[in-house]
């Protein structure tokens, strides 16, 4: 049987979405598993990491598998052999390949040529295991999640697009609230567009911060600048308006949750009243990378559906 692979959100077909967030809610409540018992799982890393090594590293290790962490300083990828042969030569000893890095590309070009599952844990253009645990995190606060509304705050990014991308696909209202400037490539938005018209789902850009988080059930924001733009002081002037602080949460509906991916830079995109206070699900979002990522691993590997 062909491999399965999730590079990004619409990998999964809608239900599939669906198959996934329930087996993570079951996995939530009982940890320790054995869908994994014998099998290893490579988790090669081109970038730092807290949440996705961790998270990684142990749910493979509760589902009964072998977490194997390689960095890419460690392997040869890209140096001495091809993407195509590390990919050829990892999947004759692991059952699947977990990658962060840079390069939406070579992500593509590891799963062309592997043949067991390749997950994205994130890359320049998607973060597709953030945005399926992001709904996860909105339907545990809102059950009644279809039609409410989710405000992104900030730069059109990775977390951005591929948290619109479920959004989309799973009936919550998401609206950009980015500045002139700071969008998503335009192929994307379409894509975006045309994913939430066919699955009726409201999708909006709002340069206006004030009038974006109005109804919102939750605002979420990411940080301003990543890795490699710590000098773009234009690009944190054009994003101060959108920072995620009390006076917007006021401005949404009562009951709306404040979310971060992390890490957080506090007082930037983010005030540390709100990140610290009494509408913060910012540290259940992060706990449930583990859980969904549990689901995820399960289902690509066992078609597990718990």
Not at 88 to 96: C, F, G, I, T
Not at 162 to 175: F, K, Q
Not at 251 to 257: C, L, N, Q, S
Request: charged content about 25%; some cysteine; aromatic content about 6%.
């Amino acid at each position: 049987m062909e491999a399965r692979h999730f590079l990004k959100v619409t990998d999964l077909a809608k239900a599939e979405v669906e198959t996934v967030l329930i087996a993570a809610a079951s996995w939530k409540k009982q940890p320790l598993g054995s869908v994994l018992q014998g099998k290893t799982v490579a988790l090669v890393f081109g970038k730092p990491s807290t949440r996705t090594r961790v998270s990684f590293s142990v749910g493979v290790y509760q589902l009964g598998g072998m977490p194997l962490a390689l960095s890419e300083q460690e392997l040869q990828m890209r140096r001495s052999e091809s993407i195509e042969d590390t990919a050829r030569v990892l999947s004759r000893y692991v059952d699947a390949i977990v990658i962060r890095t840079f390069a939406q590309r070579d992500v593509e070009d590891l799963a062309a040529h592997a043949t067991v599952p390749v997950i994205n844990a994130l890359t320049d253009d998607d973060h597709p295991c953030q945005a399926l645990t992001d709904v996860f995190t909105f339907r545990e606060r809102f059950p009644d999640a279809s039609g409410r509304k989710i405000v992104y705050l900030g730069d059109g990014n990775n977390v951005a697009a591929s948290l619109a991308e479920a959004c989309a696909l799973t009936g919550i209202d998401i609206c950009l609230s980015v500045p002139e400037g700071y969008d998503l490539p335009p192929g994307k938005m379409t894509e975006i567009q045309t994913l939430a018209n066919a699955n009726g789902t409201g999708f909006q850009v709002e340069r206006d911060p004030t009038a974006a988080v109005a109804g919102a059930s939750a605002l979420y924001t990411d940080v301003w600048i990543s890795m490699g733009q710590e000098s773009d002081s234009a690009k944190v002037e054009a994003l101060r308006p959108y920072q995620l602080n009390d006076d917007l949460l006021r401005r949404a509906r009562p009951e709306a949750i404040a979310l971060h991916c992390l890490p957080a830079h506090r007082g930037d995109e983010i005030t540390d009243e709100v990140m610290d206070g009494p509408r913060s699900a910012v540290f259940d979002q992060a706990e449930n990378r583990l859980h969904v990522q549990k689901a995820l691993m399960s289902f690509l590997l066992e078609g597990d559906r718990r």
